[in-house]
């Protein structure tokens, strides 16, 4: 088995997603996502993502040190995944 070093348009059915050098974004595995998003896995999709957060602070927990609860991501052609922090480490900018 090959690891896919890119990913590509959704449902694309080429040579490369064929034998998997490559993964199709509608095939593509939470984790071959959230490597996308952090610029492991070479972008050929031709998408946008929209990437949301939810994070709860408190005086004990504040916002700079906070890890999200949920990650939600959308493409552009309608597909979406959702992610634990650990897969998908964001953390706000102080
Ligand atoms: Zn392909």
Redesign the pocket.
């Known amino acids: 088995m090959i690891d896919a070093t890119a990913v590509?348009?959704a449902a694309?059915?080429?040579t490369?997603?064929l034998v998997g050098e490559?993964v199709?974004l509608s095939g593509a595995t939470e984790a071959q996502v959230a490597a996308l998003l952090l610029g492991k896995l070479e972008d050929r999709t031709g998408a946008e993502f929209r990437v949301q957060a939810t994070y709860q602070a408190c005086a004990a927990a504040p916002l700079t040190e906070a890890v999200p609860k949920a990650v939600t991501v959308q493409a552009s052609q309608g597909l979406m995944w959702f992610f634990d922090s650990a897969l998908l480490p964001l953390r706000p900018t102080p």
């Open positions: 590509h348009p694309c059915g080429c490369s997603c490559s199709p």
